[in-house]
DNA sequence: ATAACAACCCGGATA
DNA sequence: GGGTTGTTAT
């Protein structure tokens, strides 16, 4: 062990790593050091005689709870730090859950669904009930329910609630206690939880079973939490159970960076700890090591405008660095243009590699034109987000055969491979199960079991029983064969690996690596010694408990790859950059349309905001765009409120022109470019520039950021574009488009409610197909 | 049964 | 625009 680990610290942070017994909140700063206060304090509470058995260590993330372990056993040396139970909320409650869920009912090879698996049991649930799922959304009503759970009511509770029910009458929705109802029950029937079962059901467990939540107060002597600011209601009852004995709770968190109440997260747990726990001692980290200056100064003003939050001072030693470099575009794809062409520039002035680089936007559907831009100017990347490996169909399919075997209550997955591939049992023979499984209250592979004495016959008969016995022959490998050789087996017998070998197309051909891949993270899975807690559990079962719970994310292999990186402001938290591009800064996507009716939603997104900008190490760009493509088609935000609440000082708007952004917000018609507003106004106010190309603008004495592409398809419209009638349009005439510029109409087709018309645009690339429903166009003469 | 096509929906962030 | 679901044609 390093002796001098203590030296290592600031007087603050060692402040919070000597304090051993009793509630401790640290209250901590972006930046200041935050996880090495925590990994130092566990080594800390080691080599002061606590048993790494008796530390409990619970974080938000996969790749949190890795890295934490990773540092302990660095500056610890020895193997230790293995017997530490770190991890996710929900994996280390899965984990208990599993040694535990016999007591309440389920099997200990439940089956964790994910979010679509979950939509999916709503969604026959509601059809079930003869409700329409158009006005029953099984998205809204899963949010229903995950609120209802995050705050530890049960489906009994939600019913009687009268605020609860309130609320769905005026949703016009009141029957959806009665769905939570009948999905709770289908849950329990199928032997799976969901996600926010994982935090409820560890609730209960602890609470219905004292013996139990004795054991583990007694075995928890020590807990830390991370990301305080993001526990919700039932995370922190449960935090408040465990610990009830010893009170050695050390939780972490800033309570500026608290972005998930959509989750059910409420930052009244980090403002309240101090009245929890009476006797709590409470230290702030306040120095930044991680930003410049300027980029300090900017997040601190910005969250300044935020009320009630823990008083604290962030300060840096660091130098001043460069200024803010605000950026304004006049479309989405001129703003990954822009973001490209920087990025480019940027590697060859100060020598950045593409890691050093990360770009983030409020949403995931943002990407696209980053993407595309990145990859015309052949620039590596990787988004991060999106739909996780485990989220795919060909892995989905192969997962419910693994699934069934361990878990044959689990319907969902049945009913997803009972046909896959064909094997002769349609739709006719599973809606008969079905029938048959509900009227005699028993599983659906009971029926199949017992698919004679239900009178299948001949062919159907035959089907079902070669698929009962398929599943049976692998669980009876189960206890003979490690579960790498049971999923190979799975893969030959039902002859999917096969078949997808033969598809030599390639989606096809990634489809077979996708599942390679899978059995190969099983195998690896088999093979190398347990990351979390001492439970060395190696059987398939608990694969797949650990496989739902992992993200996109924790694909780590391609972790430290040379690839400029894309993710959500989310996905972010936690991470820093060198050179930050926070993007899409526009009204109504940032803050988001949903988020500026209270003022809770909106300092979340605040919160957000801040989160962006305590990303950048070095340098920080924000860019906005004039107007972009939502859901098909062109909208026009205006910049972002929060551009508004920045310190001039650090800021450099001259990427922007001045001129125009101050335009757009003290602007009286509302619009970006309305008629005679931005455009007009930006062409008076900067003389020299060329209206086409306002991103490349440079006026003071820096260099500009000089992009190595004329601006090819950039046309600025017509003050007062407005398209005109499609109805009226005839080869011959002269059009303007807002992308392409003018053009020549030469030729029509399609029918008359859909025309398309073939136009030239001599700027802005040749002859194009224009659907006229779709594309506006000003007609000109 | 599958492929090709039309219709429809989406409002967001995640373990 | 893009992804998914439903419908129709072969």
Known sequence: MKANYLDELNERQREAVLHINGPLMIVAGAGSGKTKVL????????????????????????????????????????????????????????????????????PNDFTIYDTDDAKSVLKTIINEL?????????????????????????????????????????????????????????????????????????????????????????????IMIDEYQDTNPAQYEIIKLLGAVNENICVVGDDAQSIYSFRGATIQNILQFEKDYDDARVVKLEQNYRSTKSILNVANEVIAHNKGQIEKNLWTDNQDG??????????????????????????????????????????????????????????????????SFYQRKEIKDFVAYLRITMNTRDEESLKRIINYPVRGIGKTTIEKTLVLSNDHNITMWEVLERAREFGFKGGTLEAIDGFVTMIRSFQAMLGKHNAYDVAVNVGKSTNIVKELFNDKTTEGLARYENVQELLNSIKEFTETPDEEGELLDKSLGSYLQQITLLTDADNENKEDSDVVKLMTIHAAKGLEFPVVFTVGLEETLFPSGMSINTREELEEERRLFYVAITRAKSRLWLTYANSRYRFGNLVQNEPSRFLEEMPEKFIDRSYAGGGAIRNAFGSTNGGGWGAGGGSNMFDRMQKKTTPSSPQQQNQGPRPAPKPATGPVSTHVPTPGFAP?????????????????????????EGAPNNRIATVVFPKGGGEKKIMLNYAKLRIVR
Do not use: W
């Open 724 to 748: 005109d009638d499609p109805a009226g349009m005839e080869p011959g005439m002269q059009v303007e488009h807002q992308k392409f510029g003018f053009g020549t109409i030469t030729g029509m």
């Open 39 to 106: 990994t130092t304090r566990i080594a800390h509470l080691m080599r002061n005689g606590v048993d790494a058995f008796n530390i409990l260590s619970l974080t938000f993330t996969n790749k949190a709870a890795r890295e934490m372990k990773e540092r302990v056993e660095k500056i610890l040396g020895g193997s230790e730090a293995r017997n530490l139970y770190i991890g996710t909320f929900h994996s280390v409650f899965a984990r208990l859950l599993r040694a535990e869920a016999h007591r309440l009912g389920y």
């Open 322 to 387: 460069d200024t803010i470099k605000l950026v304004r575009t006049n479309t989405d794809n001129e703003e990954g243009k822009f973001v490209a062409d920087t990025i480019a520039e940027q590697k060859l002035r100060n020598h950045y590699d593409n890691r050093d680089f990360v770009i983030l936007y409020r949403t995931n559907a943002q990407s696209r034109s980053f993407e595309e831009s990145l990859r015309r100017k052949a620039i590596p990347y990787r988004i991060y987000g999106g739909l």
């Open 130 to 222: 003869n409700l329409d799922d158009k006005h029953y959304k099984p998205n809204f009503v899963y949010n229903r329910i995950s609120a209802a759970k995050n705050s530890l009511m049960g489906p009994e509770e939600y019913q009687h609630d009268y605020y609860v029910q309130q609320e769905d009458m005026r949703a016009n929705r009141p029957l959806i206690g009665k769905i939570y109802d009948m999905y709770a029950k289908r849950c329990f029937k199928n032997g799976a939880m969901d996600f926010d079962d994982l935090l409820f059901k560890m609730y209960v467990l602890l609470k219905s079973f004292p013996e139990v939540l004795h054991k583990y107060q007694h075995k928890f002597k020590y």
